[in-house]
């Protein structure tokens, strides 16, 4: 709740004019309750849930497979559960992961936490692929792969936010994916 609140004001007037004792006040808590939670003003906007979510599937998906096609089928499987699935109505999730979105694209401040949370994640992919650590080939590997398939999903998010969420994300996240790895990123050519 504290998080939909502060989401709310920082897209009706702008991240910079909100402070967190206007998020807690829209909350009906204290700033304090508002800190214990999100420890800075930048947490309220990101979200650790998709971290979570790619890298169970990750580690859930088989190891014989292909690589992007490991990761990349995580992203779209997390981007169809974070957004409501490939229905036709728009998910309250899906407006709120947009709004997200565009906020960390258009503030500074934002952008620069996202790109540590990239990383962040990059690590945690590259971890639940359970590669082995001590061949370094493996797992270089592993970080070329896992990077390029979080570079195809920033591409999909861009686009996804340009089109204001017209186009289902998990579609998007697909077609990129096939666009540059071919058929095997999505196991269609098996």
């Known amino acids: 709740m504290i998080q939909a609140q502060a989401i709310r004001l920082f897209t009706n007037r702008g991240y910079d004019a909100v402070t967190v004792a206007d998020v807690a006040e829209a909350a009906g808590v204290s700033a304090m309750t508002v800190y214990r939670h999100f420890p800075t ?49 728009p998910e309250a999730s ?11 694209v258009s503030t500074p401040a ?25 061949d370094p080939d493996a797992a270089f590997r592993a970080q070329a792969a896992t990077s390029a398939c979080l570079a195809v999903m920033h591409t999909a998010l861009t686009r996804w936010a340009q089109d204001d969420g017209q186009t289902k994300l998990p579609a998007l996240i697909e077609r990129a994916l096939t666009a540059s790895f071919g058929d095997v990123a999505t196991g269609q050519g098996d």
């Open 94 to 104: 899906e407006r709120f992961l947009l709004d997200c979105l565009r906020l960390m």
């Open 41 to 89: 003003k930048e947490d309220l906007v990101l979200i650790e849930q998709p971290a979570r979510l790619i890298a169970e599937r990750v580690a859930a998906s088989s190891a014989t497979q292909p690589l992007v096609l490991r990761v990349g089928g995580a992203l779209v499987d997390a981007a169809r559960a974070l957004t409501g699935g490939d229905g036709d109505a």
């Open 110 to 134: 934002l952008r620069a936490r996202h790109l540590d949370s990239q990383y962040a994640l990059q690590q945690a992919i590259v971890d639940a692929l359970g590669v082995d650590t001590t």
